[in-house]
């Protein structure tokens, strides 16, 4: 009878242990304090400034590799080569690696911790215990210990999230430096063929000056023509001179700059770049799509969005520590005093049932907390609002600047033409005495500025062309599988 009872009292604790498991565990999956996050409504206006111009086309682009629109094979190498070279791009690419595995210590935190201790103790009680005065013993156990926190009010839940978010945040970083990094090397690459561009057209102008000079000298020789018309065409000649050693200068700097870019020593790309090459030319018509695509192509806005998602799951995770928290705790194991008996009836033991934690009284630090949290939120918010007029500005300025460049170098062109002619014309004239040298040197001095001019403008155009791709995002297709994760919020925030 007493059997009996015992057994009726086990099954009785049991069947009570089960329905309190049951009803925590069927709350935990319902509750979830702190706010729900929802994606942020942004304005932004219907189409670009510039949208008229007949150049910039509002059908979406596809920006995936926005660099072949030059059709230059080098080009399309370097930035591949960056692509497995650059050293920012790795240490990107190491932060995602850091954050993914960082979301496997929170994830980690939804399923039960178990633990495996074993201990085996030789042990001399004290004479003065008086139930086991002097007694020498042994404690050999054996066991598994289990604990589950039953995530009622949605503590780990919101920890999840904000891993997340931040896991997807940091890929769109990493996008971000690749973005970055693309439009870095087709700049200084354009750069390159800019200086040679420039060098070219100041040897040619000096060239064309030590003609001029040579016939003053003769002029001069014959009595033709003054010692001051001799020295202001050397005059003119030595200042030419002088600007191709900067040039240069900066040509080798851009050079390293771009071996840089690569992940390579100094010099390493100069011998394949040296030679000179023609500026690449850009397209007549550049499709530019409208504002809302910056919403879904800019990795920073969309990585400024994933860090507000971030932000507000943890006011969840700080508001849940004003409750109470359950977890479920078991033990099962053996124990002993020898060996021979730790695997023999009646040396088990085990313990099941849930447990609870609870600060009643914190000083207020839990509160202050959440209004921690609820502040950062706050900075979220205005930094990913921020990043969106700071990139709706950037593409307008490109947009602006590539017109504005491509307008002056139309104009560069006919003055350049002109001052050809004036050049010819100034010197025919010189030569039958029908003008002063002073309008050769005139002349010169405007051929050779705006002939430097003009190939800088070739070379700015296609740098501005650059910068609208960049500031529109381009290098990555985000609609690709496996680039980012899915982003649903952000994605019904850009519609």
């Known amino acids: ?60 682009a596809d920006l995936t590799k926005w660099w ?23 240490v990107a690419v190491a932060r995602v690696k850091e954050a993914r595995a960082q979301l496997g210590v929170v994830l980690g935190s939804e399923l039960p911790a178990v633990d495996a201790p074993a201990s085996a103790i030789r042990q001399q009680y004290s004479e003065k215990d008086l139930t086991r005065s002097g007694l020498l013993g042994n404690n050999i156990s054996l066991g598994l210990e289990a604990s589950w926190e039953i995530d009622l009010f949605g503590r780990v839940r919101r920890s999840v999230e904000a891993a997340q978010a931040d896991f997807q945040a940091s890929q769109e970083d990493r996008v971000g430096v690749m973005v970055a990094l693309y439009s870095q090397v087709a700049q200084t690459y354009l750069v390159v063929r800019t200086l040679q561009a420039r060098i070219s057209a100041t ?14 000298q003769s002029r001069f020789k014959w009595g033709l023509a003054t010692d001051l018309d001799v020295s202001q065409a050397q005059t003119v000649l030595g200042s030419s001179q002088a600007q191709l050693p900067p040039l240069k200068s900066d ?65 969840g995770v700080a508001t849940a520590d004003l409750y109470p928290r359950f ?35 914190a000083g207020g630090s839990i509160r202050a907390q959440i209004k921690v949290q609820d502040a950062q939120a706050e900075q979220a918010l205005l930094t990913y609002e921020s990043t969106v007029l700071s990139a709706l500005k950037e593409g307008e300025d490109a947009m602006v600047a590539f017109q504005q460049e491509k307008l002056r170098q139309q104009y560069l062109r006919t003055t350049v033409k002109a001052s050809r002619r004036a050049l010819k014309l100034a010197i025919r004239l010189y030569k039958e005495g029908l003008q002063d040298f002073q309008r050769v040197l005139d002349a010169q001095r405007n051929l050779f500025d705006y002939d430097n001019q003009l190939a800088a403008s070739r070379g700015q155009v296609a740098i501005n062309l650059v910068n609208i791709y960049q500031a529109l995002g381009g290098g990555w297709d985000p609609a690709v599988k496996g680039e980012t994760p899915p982003n649903n919020a952000l994605e019904a925030a850009s519609r």
Not at 68 to 90: C, H, S
Not at 207 to 212: F, I, N, P
Not at 332 to 348: I, K, M, P, R
């Open 68 to 90: 072949t629109v030059f059709q230059d094979p080098l080009l399309t190498a370097l930035i591949k080569r960056a692509d497995t070279g650059n050293l920012d791009l790795k």
């Open 203 to 216: 040897t040619e102008n000096i060239e064309s000056q030590k003609g001029v000079l040579k016939l003053t």
């Open 251 to 315: 040509l080798s700097q851009s050079l390293n700059t771009l071996a840089l870019l690569l992940g390579l020593p100094p010099n390493s790309v100069t011998p394949e770049l040296i030679r000179p090459r023609p500026i690449p030319v850009p397209p007549a018509r550049v499709a530019v799509g409208v504002p809302a695509d910056l919403l879904r192509q800019r990795p920073d806005v969309r990585s400024a969005e994933r860090q507000l998602a971030a932000a507000t799951a943890r006011i």
């Open 327 to 361: 977890s479920l705790i078991g033990s099962l194991g053996t124990a002993a005093t020898t060996g021979g008996n730790l695997f023999t009836g009646g040396s088990t033991f085990f313990s099941i049932g849930p447990s609870m934690s609870w600060n009643l009284f």
């Open 1 to 60: 009878m007493h059997r009996c009872l015992r057994s009726l009292s086990k099954s009785s604790g049991l069947v009570a242990v089960g329905i309190a498991l049951s009803a925590l565990l069927v709350m935990s999956g319902c509750m979830k304090v702190g706010p729900d996050y929802k994606p942020p409504k942004t304005q932004v206006p219907a189409s670009w400034q510039e949208s008229n111009d007949p150049a910039l086309v509002k059908q979406q």
